[in-house]
T-cell receptor
């Protein structure tokens, strides 16, 4: 099975950089997703890592190390609107399903002025 | 292109009742999956539908069932409601079967409260 761990809460200052970590224990997976979820809203896709390394997309970057069972989401130049929950999720192998993701509990990020 | 829409947005039921939640998938998407999200937790996979058949199920009892229609819209039915069923129910659509490479597009959810 899969076990995904993220910090429950983080606080950062507007304009700063924050790194949200995700560790996992799994027998295998296709790739790792990061989603953003504002309170009361739908999760929205941020990034997807299949291979080890860094994927950069504007102010957001995501890193994956399969050997270490570790990923992080890096948010630069924080803005107040970045206050949200950030969800790490794995897509399991051995399945023909595209709709099944295993989510961590999410990290609630609060950005302060 | 229309996004994923869900109805109702909020509803209150009592223990033992039954509930039906509805989802219209994003235009062009043929796969729908349902998730349960308890307060302060990440979403948990309930099941997925593709070509009107259940195609993968998470660790949920049989009283959680679903349907997918020819237009790819879907329903989630929960019988014999329990207090622990209180949660946000999210529908997600995607367009590719096999390989888990496609991102999911989520609706804003149906918040169910069981009293």
């Amino acid at each position: 099975g899969q076990n995904i761990d993220q910090p429950t809460e983080m606080t950062a200052t507007e304009g700063a950089i924050v790194q949200i970590n995700c560790t996992y224990q799994t027998s295998g997976f296709n790739g790792l997703f990061w989603y953003q979820q504002h309170a009361g809203e739908a999760p929205t896709f941020l990034s997807y890592n299949v291979l080890d390394g860094l994927e950069e997309k504007g102010r957001f970057s995501s890193f994956l190390s399969r050997s270490k069972g570790y990923s992080y989401l890096l948010l630069k130049e924080l803005q107040m609107k970045d206050s949200a929950s950030y969800l790490c999720a794995l897509s399991p192998t051995g399945s023909s399903n595209t709709g099944k993701l295993i989510f961590g509990q999410g990290t609630t990020l609060q950005v302060k002025p | 292109e229309t996004g994923v829409t869900q109805s109702p947005t909020h509803l209150i039921k009592t223990r033992g009742q039954q509930v039906t939640l509805r989802c219209s998938s994003q235009s062009g998407h043929n796969t729908v999956s349902w998730y349960q999200q308890a307060l302060g937790q990440g979403p948990q996979f309930i099941f997925q539908y593709y070509r009107e058949e259940e195609n993968g199920r998470g660790n949920f009892p049989p009283r959680f069932s679903g349907l997918q229609f020819p237009n790819y819209s879907s329903e989630l039915n929960v019988n014999a409601l329990e207090l622990d069923d209180s949660a946000l129910y999210l529908c997600a659509s995607s367009s590719k079967r096999g390989g888990n490479t496609g991102e999911l597009f989520f609706g804003e959810g149906s918040r169910l409260t069981v009293l």
